[in-house]
């Protein structure tokens, strides 16, 4: 009597073929989206709904902390994409990722995350920053993300100390838009951009399929 055994692949090995699909996936998701986009510059912006959310490449895509240091300013702050300014402060500031809400609070705009807040004042027109080793900078360059409607961002950030390649952070934004008023948040007297029945289910899906990673992920940790 001859005895068969079958063997199975390890459990780790077919998890990190899961994760190895998983990331050639979610790559591929951003590169796409990123193809699709036009270069432009707005630096001055403002929310679309109540909450805005922000994450870097690497929380995006991998759900892995880098300690990359993002700020909100004011509209009227001097910021600029080629020089930091190491004494300017923020009205709010996060590491990696951020979900940012904005309360309307007569004239003026609470924001706030989990663990940070502040005031804009006026409107809820805003800029955003990158800690570059010379201090506080403006993005270089934005590009609209075609496929998710006009109110999802890429903004990219030059380190002004390195010349040529790796110089380049991204921070991806979602539900903002360029500023075009004083008064563009929802419910202040703006009119906010809504975005197409396509986009809200392309959003679903892409940010569903993200949120299954980051979870995944979690799990297995």
């Known amino acids: 009597m001859v005895t068969k055994f079958t063997i199975q692949p390890s459990l780790l090995t077919l998890e990190m073929e899961n994760m190895k699909v998983n990331t050639i996936l979610k790559t591929g998701v951003v590169a796409g989206l990123l193809a699709m986009s036009n270069a432009s510059s707005a630096s001055v912006w403002a929310p679309t709904d109540n909450d805005s959310q922000f994450a870097n490449l690497y929380a995006l895509l991998f759900n892995i902390p880098t300690g990359e240091k993002f700020a909100l300013f004011e509209d009227t702050a001097s910021l600029s994409s080629t020089s930091g300014d190491l004494n300017i402060t923020p009205v709010l500031s996060f590491l990696d990722a951020a979900t940012v809400t904005f309360t309307a609070n007569g004239n003026d705009v609470d924001v706030s995350t989990d663990i940070s807040s502040g005031v804009l004042l006026g409107s809820s027109n805003f800029q ?27 903004l990219a950030f030059v380190d002004p100390t390195i010349q040529g390649a790796n110089n380049e952070h991204r921070l991806f934004a979602f539900d903002i838009q360029a500023s075009q008023a004083s008064s563009d948040f929802p419910g202040s007297g703006g009119t906010a951009v809504p975005l197409p029945a396509t986009a809200w289910l392309m959003t679903s899906a892409l940010l569903g399929f993200l949120y299954t990673g980051r979870r995944k992920s979690n799990v297995t940790a």
């Open 128 to 154: 955003l920053g990158w800690w570059s080793p010379t201090g506080w900078i403006t993005e270089h360059s934005s590009s609209a993300i075609s496929l998710l409607g006009k109110t999802s961002w890429s």
